[in-house]
């Protein structure tokens, strides 16, 4: 196995990103999925990130004791109200949303595990082309039939969760405890900063700093993910995308005001980030 590419402002530039034509229907449509009572905002958190990286459009899925809050917070967000409970099947206009958009997030502040797990499940009926699992999505997903999620799958785990993905503790090679991850679920797999896929590539992505070990950074860090998945980029390339902007902004906001910034603050950063990398 190779060691992993190091990601720099170059390589980015010469990936480049997909052309962002003249309406927000062009720059695709991420639909996140979470919340919870206990943590409304970090489908908030998610979905701003995927604006900032340029999504054209956002859908915000949550239940309905939390929805009429959302929409006040967020007026450029759909807020659509989840099923009353988890294991009702979604229909109607929800599942007509979910299944046309370009990429779904699922995870997000949810808190409870069989909600979750039910949620996924009904949502990934649905019918999706790309799907990003983080947080509590990702506790649930080995008692998941992989056959019951889309081709295209990608995991944002932290170590504990990679653990978790790995029915044990991880090793000293990092690289290969996520290449095991990434061949078990047949998912493109990123875990601080390092990106890899079931084929064995990998990439490194440098920077980010203690201070994105706040909380929200994670679903901020999902959010930009998504973002780029809808945009039209690969999954692997949407990954290291989304996990370099981050750390880029984090990079920035240390710079700018030391460790103590907040994880609303990253969003508008990774905008920054993103026109740095492209010069």
């Known amino acids: 196995m190779s060691s992993p590419t190091d990601v720099t402002p170059a390589l980015l530039r010469e990936w480049g990103l997909p052309d962002p034509g003249d309406s927000k229907k062009s720059r695709g449509r991420v639909m996140v999925v979470g919340g919870s009572r206990r943590s409304p905002g970090a489908v908030l958190l998610a979905g701003e990130a995927a604006l900032r990286v340029g999504a054209g459009r956002l859908g915000l899925v949550v239940s309905a004791s939390v929805e009429g809050q959302l929409g006040v917070q967020m007026p450029e967000a759909a807020v659509l109200p989840l099923p ?13 949303e979910l299944a046309s958009a370009d990429a779904v997030l ?7 595990a069989d909600e979750t797990r039910d949620t996924l499940l009904a949502v990934a009926d649905a019918g999706l082309s790309c799907l990003v699992l983080d947080a509590y999505a990702l506790g649930v997903l080995p008692g998941i039939d992989r056959g019951r999620l889309p081709a295209t799958l990608m995991l944002n785990p932290n170590v504990e969760e990679a653990a978790i993905l790995l029915e044990r503790e991880p090793g000293e090679d990092r690289v290969a405890d996520l290449v095991e ?83 609303r603050e990253i969003p508008p950063e990774l905008t920054l980030a993103v026109r740095e990398a492209l010069g």
Request: charged share 20%; aromatic share 8%.
């Open 84 to 96: 009353e409970r988890a294991t009702d099947p979604i229909e109607g206009g929800l599942r007509e």
């Open 181 to 263: 991850i990434a061949r078990r679920y047949d998912a493109v797999v990123n875990c601080y900063g390092l990106v890899v896929t079931a084929a064995g590539e990998s990439w490194n992505v440098p920077g980010g700093g203690p201070g994105l070990g706040t909380s929200g950074s994670g679903d901020v860090l999902a959010g930009a993910i998504a973002g780029f998945a809808a945009r039209g980029v690969d999954a692997a390339r949407a990954a290291v995308w989304g996990s370099w902007a981050h750390a880029r902004a984090g990079d920035r906001l240390t710079e700018r005001t030391g460790i103590g910034f907040l994880a």
């Open 106 to 112: 699922v995870g997000p502040g949810f808190d409870d």
